[in-house]
């Protein structure tokens, strides 16, 4: 039971490249999220996906988009990094108002 | 806007002592609080969730419990051990499918 599955793991980006982070999970969850969490901070919400088919922006969205490809896979994308979007990206789904269920962490860095 | 607060930041305790983690948040319209550990370079994993119609949780020696009307939470960690040290970050669930986390306590437990 592979859960929540994230990659990279890691990433170096120079400003202005682009990437896309991957998520995938097999526990046919509805809702998949995708958090950043930075040095003595919670983890703020970037955007989540409601259901297969639906995007909403949460607290922090500017500089990311995502795609909700299907039900398994919840994929976010980094246009033209800045160093600001330095930190641990984390991506996590749920069946609804229970536990959620997050993988293990991108550690992305730009320079 | 819901703010969730963790106190102390860190924690360094010897081995066998009980303790509690704190946590505290500004809106008392929320759906659960729930309790996550956080080891280094790793993702979150649940530890106890608790519905907003619940006063406590128990897993072992770990014992959440939830006061809405004052806003905080608390978990109660038993006879603590070494593997016992990491974060530890409450999530409050707002609903809108919006979880604000606090920012974590860093437990230390020495041998």
């Known amino acids: 039971n592979a859960g929540v599955t994230q990659t990279p793991k890691f990433q170096v980006l120079k400003t202005g490249q682009s990437m896309t982070l991957q998520c995938a999970q097999d526990?046919?969850?509805?809702?998949m999220y995708w958090y950043r969490q930075d040095p003595g901070m919670g983890l703020r919400l970037i955007y989540y996906?409601?259901?297969?088919?639906?995007?909403d922006k949460g607290e922090v969205p500017n500089g990311y988009n995502v795609s909700r490809l299907n039900k398994r896979e919840f994929s976010l994308r980094l246009e033209s990094a800045a160093p600001s979007q330095t930190s641990v990206y984390f991506c996590?789904?749920?069946?609804?108002?229970?536990?959620?269920?997050f993988g293990q962490g991108t550690r992305l860095t730009v320079v | 806007k819901q703010e969730v607060t963790q106190i102390p930041a860190a924690l360094s305790v010897p081995e066998g002592e009980n303790l509690v983690l704190n946590c505290s948040f500004t809106?008392?319209?929320?759906?659960?609080l729930q309790w996550f550990r956080q080891d280094p370079g790793k993702g979150l994993t649940s530890l106890l969730l608790?519905?907003?119609?619940?006063r406590e949780q128990t897993s072992g020696r770990l014992n959440a419990s939830l006061d809405k009307s004052s806003g905080r939470s608390t978990l109660y960690i038993a006879a603590s051990q070494p593997g016992d040290s990491a974060t530890y970050l409450c999530?409050?669930?707002?609903?809108?499918?919006?979880?604000?986390f606090g920012a974590g306590t860093r437990l230390f437990v020495k041998a």
């Open positions: 996906s409601a259901s297969e088919g639906t995007t």
């Open positions: 996590a789904s749920n069946p609804g108002i229970t536990e959620a269920f």
């Open positions: 526990m046919n969850h509805n809702s």
């Open positions: 809106d008392s319209a929320i759906y659960n």
């Open positions: 608790i519905q907003s119609s619940q």
């Open positions: 999530a409050a669930d707002t609903g809108g499918f919006k979880t604000i």
